[in-house]
């Protein structure tokens, strides 16, 4: 059995390591609020560019762009989203196995050399280097400032590519944010772009509770199920009575790679917003965990305490009866 002094600096030593566990929930609880005001602020747009896009696709169905349409994969890119800092559970651990099961699928048919992976995090950009792989630029500084224009950038660079038909196919990989107790690991192609699966995605989030309990779940769960049944009820069909200048092909042009523009741009807000909800809820298990471990120590400080009392009052009654 340990001495006194050995758990007195257990006890220490976790109380030290739980103020700092407690300490990072909280910052990463007021990053995930930033974030989720972050992601809320862009939903407007979304919301009205994906309107049109519907009216004009229900208008005239036959319209296509170079950006829809789909040919042999040759030569695919993955644009991976990861985080720079560490202690958020399996956050970054689950998009690298996601990132090397893309590229063994891949490499079995075009062959490790014609993957290309723009990693947007530095952990998948340390993985993807030490494996090897084609990396195109490092933009870790994105992971922790999601910046717009950056995005459009690297959308506008891929976008080229793709039309020029050095690349066949783009992939991203990241982090669905639907709540702070919940973020679904995604891999959806981002070119060609699938206009019917884009405006059919999942769009349910819980924007406002940073709480990841069971209960708020629940919550989120049966919300969204009145949310979908009260839209299926207020259902209006679409006015496609519009003049388009000066043609469909010319305004879908311009208006899909918009929406690519905003697919990454909303990947990295969700991942990023990911990442503080998945440190809030890593820090708050150490910090629980933590809580655990000093009520033990403490019952077994006690209990050593008490043992340590008790042998000294048999040695004095000991010591007494034998004089």
Request: glycine residues 4%; negative net charge.
């Given at each position: 059995?340990?001495?006194?002094?050995?758990?007195?600096?257990?006890?220490?030593?976790?109380?030290?390591?739980?103020?700092?566990?407690?300490?990072?929930?909280?910052?990463?609880?007021?990053?995930?609020?930033?974030?989720?005001?972050?992601?809320?602020?862009?939903?407007?747009?979304?919301?009205?560019?994906?309107?049109?896009?519907?009216?004009?696709?229900?208008?005239?169905?036959?319209?296509?762009?170079?950006?829809?349409?789909?040919?042999?994969v040759k030569r695919v890119a993955l644009i991976v989203f990861s985080s720079n800092s560490s202690l958020c559970g399996g956050f970054n651990a689950?998009?690298?196995?996601?990132?090397?099961?893309?590229?063994?699928?891949?490499?079995?048919?075009?062959?490790?050399?014609?993957?290309?992976?723009?990693?947007?995090?530095?952990?998948?950009?340390?993985?993807?280097?030490?494996?090897?792989?084609?990396?195109?630029?490092?933009?870790?500084?994105?992971?922790?400032?999601?910046?717009?224009?950056?995005?459009?950038?690297?959308?506008?660079?891929?976008?080229?590519?793709?039309?020029?038909?050095?690349?066949?196919?783009?992939?991203?990989?990241?982090?669905?944010?639907?709540?702070?107790?919940?973020?679904?690991?995604?891999?959806?192609?981002?070119?060609?772009?699938?206009?019917?699966?884009?405006?059919?995605?999942?769009?349910?989030?819980?924007?406002?509770?940073?709480?990841?309990?069971?209960?708020?779940?629940?919550?989120?769960?049966?919300?969204?199920?009145?949310?979908?049944?009260?839209?299926?009820?207020?259902?209006?069909?679409?006015?496609?009575?519009?003049?388009?200048?000066?043609?469909?092909?010319?305004?879908?042009?311009?208006?899909?790679?918009?929406?690519?523009?905003?697919?990454?741009?909303?990947?990295?807000?969700?991942?990023?917003?990911?990442?503080?909800?998945?440190?809030?809820?890593?820090?708050?298990?150490?910090?629980?965990?933590?809580d655990e471990l000093l009520r033990e120590l403490n019952l077994q400080y006690n209990k050593s305490r008490q043992q340590a009392i008790t042998n000294?009052?048999?040695?004095?009654?000991?010591?007494?009866?034998?004089?």
């Amino acid at each position: 059995m340990p001495s006194l002094k050995e758990i007195k600096g257990r006890i220490a030593s976790v109380k030290s390591t739980r103020k700092i566990t407690s300490a990072m929930k909280m910052v990463a609880s007021s990053k995930l609020h930033h974030a989720q005001v972050a992601i809320q602020n862009m939903l407007p747009y979304e919301e009205l560019l994906e309107h049109i896009l519907k009216s004009f696709l229900a208008a005239e169905a036959d319209s296509q762009t170079i950006y829809d349409q789909e040919r042999p994969v040759k030569r695919v890119a993955l644009i991976v989203f990861s985080s720079n800092s560490s202690l958020c559970g399996g956050f970054n651990a689950n998009t690298i196995k996601m990132m090397t099961h893309a590229v063994d699928e891949y490499s079995q048919t075009i062959g490790p050399s014609n993957v290309e992976i723009y990693p947007i995090g530095r952990k998948v950009y340390e993985k993807a280097k030490k494996m090897g792989l084609a990396v195109k630029g490092e933009f870790s500084a994105l992971a922790d400032k999601p910046n717009v224009q950056q995005c459009i950038e690297i959308a506008m660079e891929l976008g080229t590519k793709f039309a020029e038909g050095d690349i066949d196919k783009v992939e991203i990989i990241y982090h669905h944010f639907k709540s702070a107790g919940s973020q679904v690991l995604t891999r959806k192609t981002f070119l060609p772009i699938d206009i019917e699966s884009e405006l059919n995605a999942d769009k349910e989030r819980d924007l406002e509770s940073v709480i990841a309990t069971k209960e708020s779940q629940e919550y989120l769960k049966k919300r969204g199920e009145r949310e979908t049944e009260q839209k299926k009820e207020d259902v209006k069909p679409l006015n496609d009575n519009f003049i388009v200048e000066p043609d469909m092909d010319t305004v879908l042009s311009q208006l899909i790679p918009k929406l690519a523009h905003l697919s990454l741009y909303t990947a990295l807000l969700d991942s990023n917003a990911s990442e503080h909800a998945a440190r809030m809820v890593a820090m708050q298990t150490a910090t629980d965990n933590a809580d655990e471990l000093l009520r033990e120590l403490n019952l077994q400080y006690n209990k050593s305490r008490q043992q340590a009392i008790t042998n000294e009052l048999l040695d004095i009654v000991g010591g007494s009866v034998n004089n």
